[in-house]
């Protein structure tokens, strides 16, 4: 088990992480202190879609991200979606088409 304040940051490739990408890592760890955060840019799977206009592989459109933090603890689903949207506003509004989100507390995750 990771102490409050420690946090395990997954990547899905070797790529470098891009910086909407690495702006959403910084606030989450920030803001909510995570014992476990992984954000994947699943953008490449959406290639040409309309949420991904430029087609580009590696854009920055589409992301899941999973995050356990005892932040949550007494929050409904809804009310921890609405806390990482708030979080990361600036990332929808500058491109983010699509986030998946897995909302959870230490004691959900068997942390």
């Not at 959403?24 to 290639?47: C, D, T, W």
């Amino acid at each position: 088990m990771l102490a409050r304040g420690c946090f395990r940051v997954m990547a899905a490739s070797v790529e470098p992480v891009r910086p909407i990408q690495a702006s959403m890592q910084r606030k989450i760890e920030s803001a909510l202190m995570p014992v476990k955060l992984s954000i994947v840019n699943e953008s490449y799977k959406h290639a040409g879609h309309s949420g991904n206009p430029s087609g580009a592989p590696d854009a920055e459109t589409h992301f899941r991200v999973e995050v356990v933090s005892a932040d949550f603890e007494g929050k409904r689903l809804v009310q921890r979606h609405q806390i990482m949207y708030k979080l990361l506003d600036d990332e929808i509004k500058a491109g983010v088409h699509a986030l998946s989100m897995d909302t959870k507390t230490p004691s959900e995750a068997g942390l």
